[in-house]
């Protein structure tokens, strides 16, 4: 239920609302370069300087007329002349980010770092590079080290509140999550994050109101529109939650969202309008086995309601391809030993 939002080509794009599984502790190590000491060659590096500084320039140039890969190479080039020239390494990694070369991006952005610890820009960055790439313990350190410098970015706050909340710590994401609102109350991406850690924290009035206030700021993403249906969900405020669905569906008409629908109609006692959402989730993706959960548990109703043994012997097979998917699944286990053989 988390929304993500990275800074390429702006730092309030990339979605995320990705839920990831948690990483373990560790730090991780690059083989970062490290200046030598001064020697006799001067001239030699005042040149090299030169050239890198002009590599760059020309890198630049190239980055404005949308030649990224002509850019990169006058940025790699600029490093190879001159490996301490941190703008250069900033450079490339912008263009890594962009065309998805997460590990590459840390690469450079990590160097950055090192080389200019005190850069904000530098530790941000890495850290969103990190992000990325799911090594969520260490973009949180990177975040952490921006935030030293730049207590009051209301990105970085976002980004580090998404962090822990991927990893399970949402206690740890809400100062963060709830600064990020405080310093820019307009932001959809912000307001949509803090419900999301309110929602983990089982505030769900809190999330929907967060909620609410994104879709106001902003047109409502399929993102946050589960998330608010969810919160609706689970408070219970069922008919809310089902508009909020329909308004989905009609967005984006993944197997999700028809399997939520299904979700909050089978709460609802529709049981027939739940039986003909699940089904269209399948449809939709014939591997989506929440959907075929939620159709077996329709057709193991209508067979302990009428006796139906059509829908007995239906429930099983879904039940029994819901397992082929996913074996780690102990609740169906338990219905397909229960149902398999009928009365």
Not at 25 to 47: H, I, M, V
Request: hydrophobic fraction near 40%.
């Amino acid at each position: 239920m988390t929304f993500f939002e990275s800074s390429y080509p702006t730092r309030l794009r990339l979605t995320a609302c990705l839920v990831l599984a948690a990483s373990t502790l560790g730090g991780c190590t690059f083989d970062y370069w490290k200046p030598s000491k001064p020697n006799a060659r001067e001239p030699q590096l005042l040149t090299s300087d030169r050239v890198s500084v002009d590599s760059v320039a020309r890198g630049r140039r190239l980055e404005d007329q949308g030649l990224d890969r002509q850019a990169l190479a006058e940025f790699e080039k600029a490093i190879e002349n001159n490996p301490t020239l941190v703008t250069a390494y900033m450079s490339a990694g912008d263009i890594y980010m962009k065309t998805g070369e997460y590990d590459m991006a840390a690469s450079r952005f990590g160097t950055a770092a090192e080389l200019a610890p005190g850069s904000f820009d530098a530790n941000f960055k890495y850290g969103e590079a990190l992000q990325a790439l799911g090594r969520l313990v260490d973009s949180a350190r990177a975040y952490l080290r921006a935030l030293a410098i730049k207590p009051t970015d209301p990105v970085a706050n976002m980004n580090l509140g998404v962090a822990y909340l991927n990893l399970g710590e949402a206690d740890a994401a809400l100062p963060y999550a709830e600064r990020a609102v405080r310093l820019s109350p307009k932001s959809a991406p912000a307001r949509t994050n803090l419900g999301a850690v309110y929602a983990s924290l089982n505030r769900f009035d809190d999330a929907i109101a967060e909620y609410l206030q994104a879709s106001e700021l902003s047109a409502p993403t399929p993102q946050l529109l589960m998330n608010l249906a969810e919160s609706l969900r689970k408070s219970d405020q069922l008919e809310q939650a089902a508009n909020t669905l329909e308004q989905l569906v009609r967005i984006e008409p993944s197997a999700k969202a028809y399997e939520r629908v299904g979700a909050v109609q089978f709460k609802m006692k529709n049981r027939e309008a739940a039986e003909v959402a699940f089904r269209k989730a399948v449809e939709i993706d014939v591997n989506y086995y929440p959907a075929m959960n939620g159709v077996a548990v329709c057709l193991l109703n209508k067979y302990v309601l009428d006796s139906s043994e059509p829908a007995r012997v239906e429930a099983v097979k879904f039940l029994r391809t819901s397992l082929q998917v996913e074996k780690n699944q102990p609740k169906v286990k338990e219905w397909l030993a229960k149902y398999q053989h009928g009365a």
